[in-house]
Every structure is written in C-alpha cells, then in structure tokens.
C-alpha cells in the first residue's frame, strides 16, 4: 500500500522513456474472455530501437495482451496507437500496413512449403504483389515479382539464412523454424515487431544467435515486443521490462530493478 491506501500497480511510478513520440502506445487495454478480463487495464509505450520485454507468470494475460496489440485479439476497452494512427479497432491486416507485425509459430501447413516459398508467401499483398501475379507471372507484373524475390533474397541474406531456402518446413529445426517465423514478419519491413515466446523448441546453444538476430533488428530502429519466459534472454535483450500479473502492470524498470522488486517476486511465487 502507498500513502494513499491504494495497492502500489498499474499507478506506480515508471522510468522516463526515451525522448520523441513512442512508435507504439497501448493505454488501459482490456481482453475479456465471456466474463472474464485475462487482461485488465494494460498500458505500454515503446520507442523506435527499444526491446521491451513482457513477463509474468502463467496465465498472467501476457499473451492475450501482445495479441490484442497485434489485432488478433479485439481489445473491449483502451485505446492502441500506431504510429500517431488509432488502430485499436483496425483488424490485424491494416495494422500489418502500418507497420506492426506478431510471429506465428509455423502450423503444419507451411511444412510442405520450403522456406523460399515461405517467405514469397508473407511478401505476397505487400507492395500491390499478389498470389495469383506471382504464380502466373503475368508480364505486367514481372517487376513486382522481381522485387518479391529479390526481398526473399535479402532477407535471407541478411540472416545468414540461404543455405535452407530450399529446405522444407518440417525439415527445419526448432531454432530455424523461429528464425523463418521472424524472416516472413521482415518481408513486410516493420517498425514494430511482436514476438510470442521466440525462443520456445530453440536448443541451447542456438539461442544466443537468435538473440544476436533480435538485437540487430534493434539496432536497427525496429521495435520489439517480446513476451519471453526465458529471463535470461530478457535480461540480455531489452532495454525495459513490463511484468503483467492478473492482467494488470505490476512493475516497470530495467531487468535488474524489475527482478529486485517485492511485487514481481511475490506474483511469480503466488
Ligand atoms: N481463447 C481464450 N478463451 C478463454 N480464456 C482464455 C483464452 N486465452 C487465454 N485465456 C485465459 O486468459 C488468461 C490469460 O491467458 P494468457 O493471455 O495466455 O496468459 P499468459 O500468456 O500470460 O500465460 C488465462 O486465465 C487463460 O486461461
Ligand atoms: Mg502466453
């Protein structure tokens, strides 16, 4: 309790975020399932080149939170901006367009597709690119479908991921299925990016590299916003940590002031 007999949660006191507009704003976003609020009046701000890190124990609302940010989710109350654009009741398409995209984890179906195909596919409906131009390959198109690929190319160039493009989904390892998952969210050249556990089925020694992976997105100005069980990974990845419990802000800080904190200790022992 603080001086005014309130419990000390969604109102404490969080550091100052860095100078200029955030890219991302959620103010008191509330998820309901039937009647039931898996989250619970939930803000967040996030800046360009920022790693904000979401934990919290199971069922806190973490990932009901990230997807309400995403559009997979609808948010019942609060308010989510994008860039300076209300998107909170935008589905989660127009929100791709404006710039933030969720991983998926792969479902069976993208197995039987190799991770070229992959990727053309998550390139498809951006830049006017369409399935049926890239299939057919109408002649008005071919400079679209040139520039689809050549963003193939690049992004697995950029990941130091060529040598699988031409493997199959199912023939992927855990650590290369997170790394497709992220490299189809970059054909789309976010601003914001949101990942949901990124490095669940990673082995051991193949998560530093897909932390080294994240960081360089970082640094490069992209947003990240991960929801990690992991604390090692958060605690080397982000610059400001969120901690949910029961669908609400129960602390905010860096890592080592987030870990320290009474609330944070008492919610993952509860
Ligand atoms: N689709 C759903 N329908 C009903 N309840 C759900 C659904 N998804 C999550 N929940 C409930 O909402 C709460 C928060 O879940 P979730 O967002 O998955 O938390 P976390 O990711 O922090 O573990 C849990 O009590 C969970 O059982
Ligand atoms: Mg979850």
Redesign the pocket.
Known sequence: MNAEGTAVDAHREVPAPPAGRAVLEARDVV?A??G?R??DGMSIEVHAGQAVGLI??????????L?SLGGQQRAAAGRIVLDGHDVTRLPAHRRARLGMVRTFQMTSEFGGMTTFENLLAAGVGVEGASLANVVFRRRSQRDLDRRVHARVWEVLDRFEATHIADLYGRELSGGQRRLVEIMRCLMRSPNVLLL?EPMVGVAPHLVQRLVGDLKSLRDDGIALVI?EHALEVVQELCDHVNV?GL?RLIAAGTYDEVVRDPAVQAAYLG
């Open positions: 998820v399932y039937g039931v898996a989250v919290g124990p199971n069922g806190a609302g973490k990932s009901s939170f997807a949901d929801v949910m669908g």
